[in-house]
């Protein structure tokens, strides 16, 4: 639970452009 609410906090830093190469590799992981 903790780890899904850690990926979606990074994953707005990501789409903010802030970590766009850690971005990809969580939207890689949430994809499968």
């Known amino acids: ?3 899904n609410l ?3 906090l990074l994953g707005s ?3 903010a452009g802030n970590l ?3 971005g ?3 939207g890689a ?3 499968s």
Request: charged residues 5%; aromatic residues 6%.
């Open 13 to 15: 830093l990501a789409m």
């Open 29 to 31: 992981q949430q994809m």
């Open 1 to 3: 639970m903790l780890e």
């Open 24 to 26: 990809s590799m969580i």
């Open 20 to 22: 766009p190469l850690l």
């Open 6 to 8: 850690l990926f979606t």
